[in-house]
């Protein structure tokens, strides 16, 4: 007989995984995200109690959606609306109580799969819908596409939790307030939508990816978590090759993992990292979803261009084996894609790498001005890096303490600052010659 405890972790595997797909059923219903999720919720409540008790159901997953849909019956005739469209449920809900239980939730299981797909897709444009602003767009994916709680979502960000609830509160306020339809975008509009959606995707990793603040370089839980919305997003929608490059791109971030830091957690920078720890299964799904991207046809996009310069990496079995020139014309193509001075900062990196630190330099020099850049540390650490590469380590040392006092997380300032450290050593060493 499994203790509580076990039963407990029964049901949450199975909401991180169904919740979605469940959720995403009760909006086509009654068109309105927030009260499909509490009633989903409702369901999960109830697991929490019945199970323990009466033990886990032969399809926990058919016992959590036939809860959730009896609840979204229940509400809508209450609700009284449309009198045809009550007396079809009531109908239905007759008849559905009419079948055994297994059948009965056999029965409600393949209904809801008809439209699994759509559902989960309206879910994610919905979620990510531009009326919200990306803050909204992120807790609320988080929330409704990855089961996550509310305190899960607050640590993973290192916000407070009641932030979060009001983040999560206020984006189902809006999408109600502005008539947001549960439905995935037109043609024409599918483009638009897609790049706030593939935005958020990629927001949730990048955080996970390098946090930027906190005691920990990475936060794993999110980077899996971008990368499981990122693949059920590439088979939602298989014909657009962004999805692709986007998944392409992450899955060869994240090979790199445990080889990011080492056994104290402290930060590896990817020229200084053992290889071999790199995940090869993720990398061949990388290359794999870059193939689809490129299979597709057409220019390439940000996502797949970031992807490309990503399997240059992976594919160099040492440092000196990276085909710079390549990356430095990838980040060519991503400027004229995506016009920021944030690539501009990477491009200046490659060029270096590729023709001498003297003319990443001169590129770096360049965007000091730009007001984006303003605050962002990694325009004084790169700066820095250039400098102590040109044996300018006065300097260095003094853009390094600047990138330190910048960023907000904990092992980047000490990492930043060691580097300080060594430059200050180099400096005076100059001084002594």
Same mark, same amino acid.
């Given at each position: 007989m499994?203790?509580d405890?076990?039963i407990?972790? +029964?049901?949450?595997?199975v909401?991180r $995984?169904?919740?979605?797909?469940?959720?995403?059923a009760?909006?086509?219903?009654?068109?309105?995200?927030?009260?499909?999720? =509490?009633?989903?919720?409702?369901?999960?409540?109830? !697991?929490?109690?019945?199970w323990?008790?009466?033990?886990?159901?032969?399809? /926990?997953?058919?016992?959590?959606?036939?809860t959730a849909k009896?609840?979204?019956?229940?509400?809508?005739?209450?609700?009284?609306l449309?009198? +045809?469209?009550?007396? =079809?449920l009531g109908?239905?809900?007759?008849?559905?109580?009419a079948?055994?239980a297994?059948?009965?939730?056999?029965?409600?299981?393949?209904?809801?799969d008809d439209?699994? @797909?759509d559902?989960?897709?309206?879910l994610?444009?919905?979620?990510?819908?531009p009326v919200l602003s990306?803050?909204?767009?992120?807790?609320?994916?988080?929330?409704l596409?990855?089961?996550?709680s509310?305190?899960? $979502? !607050?640590? +993973?960000?290192?916000?407070?939790e009641p932030?979060?609830?009001? &983040?999560?509160?206020r984006?189902?306020?809006t999408?109600?307030a502005?008539?947001?339809?549960?439905?995935?975008?037109?043609?024409?509009?599918l483009?638009?939508?897609?790049?706030?959606?593939?935005?958020?995707?990629?927001?949730v990793?990048?955080?996970?990816? +390098?946090?930027?603040?906190?005691?920990?370089?990475?936060? /794993?839980a999110?980077c899996?978590?971008a990368l499981?919305?990122?693949?059920?997003l590439a088979e939602?929608v298989?014909?657009?090759?962004e999805?692709?490059?986007?998944v @392409?791109?992450m899955?060869?971030?994240a090979?790199r993992?445990?080889a990011?830091?080492?056994?104290d957690?402290?930060? $590896?920078?990817?020229?200084?990292q053992?290889r #071999? &720890?790199?995940?090869?299964?993720?990398? &061949?799904? @990388?290359?794999a979803?870059?193939a689809?991207?490129?299979k597709?046809g057409g220019?390439?996009?940000?996502?797949a261009?970031?992807?490309?310069?990503a399997?240059c990496h992976?594919?160099a079995?040492?440092?000196?084996?990276t085909?710079?020139?390549?990356?430095?014309a990838l980040y060519?193509?991503l400027?004229?894609?995506?016009?920021?001075?944030?690539?501009?900062?990477?491009?200046?990196v490659?060029?270096?790498?590729?023709?001498? /630190?003297?003319?990443?330099l001169?590129r770096?020099?360049?965007?000091?001005?730009?007001?984006?850049l303003q605050?962002?540390?990694l325009l /004084?650490s790169?700066?820095g890096?250039?400098?102590a590469?040109?044996?300018?380590?006065g300097?260095?040392?003094?853009?390094?303490?600047?990138?330190? #006092?910048?960023? &907000?997380?904990a092992r980047?300032?000490k990492l930043?600052?060691m580097?300080a450290l060594?430059?200050?050593g @180099?400096?005076a060493a100059?001084?002594?010659?």
């Amino acid at each position: 007989m499994p203790t509580d405890a076990e039963i407990h972790r +029964s049901i949450n595997a199975v909401w991180r $995984i169904e919740s979605a797909r469940i959720i995403g059923a009760l909006a086509r219903m009654l068109r309105d995200v927030g009260t499909a999720e =509490e009633l989903a919720q409702d369901a999960l409540v109830a !697991a929490l109690e019945q199970w323990p008790r009466d033990g886990v159901p032969d399809n /926990p997953a058919a016992w959590l959606t036939a809860t959730a849909k009896h609840r979204a019956i229940d509400l809508l005739r209450k609700r009284t609306l449309h009198a +045809s469209k009550e007396e =079809e449920l009531g109908r239905e809900f007759d008849a559905q109580h009419a079948m055994a239980a297994a059948d009965f939730a056999e029965a409600v299981d393949a209904a809801l799969d008809d439209e699994v @797909g759509d559902d989960l897709l309206r879910l994610v444009f919905t979620a990510c819908h531009p009326v919200l602003s990306p803050e909204a767009r992120v807790a609320l994916t988080l929330r409704l596409l990855g089961g996550l709680s509310t305190d899960e $979502i !607050a640590r +993973s960000f290192l916000v407070p939790e009641p932030t979060i609830a009001q &983040r999560i509160v206020r984006a189902k306020r809006t999408l109600a307030a502005a008539r947001v339809p549960f439905e995935a975008p037109r043609a024409d509009e599918l483009a638009a939508r897609l790049s706030s959606v593939l935005e958020v995707v990629y927001l949730v990793f990048n955080e996970g990816y +390098s946090a930027t603040a906190g005691d920990d370089w990475m936060r /794993p839980a999110l980077c899996d978590e971008a990368l499981r919305l990122g693949r059920i997003l590439a088979e939602l929608v298989p014909d657009e090759p962004e999805v692709h490059g986007l998944v @392409g791109l992450m899955e060869i971030q994240a090979s790199r993992a445990s080889a990011r830091v080492d056994a104290d957690g402290e930060p $590896i920078l990817l020229l200084e990292q053992n290889r #071999s &720890r790199w995940d090869q299964l993720l990398i &061949r799904r @990388g290359f794999a979803a870059l193939a689809r991207a490129e299979k597709l046809g057409g220019a390439l996009g940000p996502y797949a261009l970031q992807g490309a310069i990503a399997a240059c990496h992976a594919r160099a079995r040492t440092p000196e084996q990276t085909d710079w020139n390549r990356i430095a014309a990838l980040y060519d193509a991503l400027a004229q894609r995506m016009p920021s001075p944030i690539v501009e900062l990477n491009r200046a990196v490659a060029l270096s790498m590729a023709f001498g /630190p003297a003319v990443g330099l001169e590129r770096v020099d360049a965007l000091q001005s730009e007001p984006q850049l303003q605050g962002y540390h990694l325009l /004084p650490s790169v700066r820095g890096d250039l400098l102590a590469k040109l044996g300018r380590h006065g300097e260095a040392c003094e853009e390094f303490q600047r990138a330190a #006092s910048l960023t &907000r997380n904990a092992r980047e300032r000490k990492l930043l600052l060691m580097r300080a450290l060594a430059c200050a050593g @180099g400096a005076a060493a100059d001084a002594q010659d």
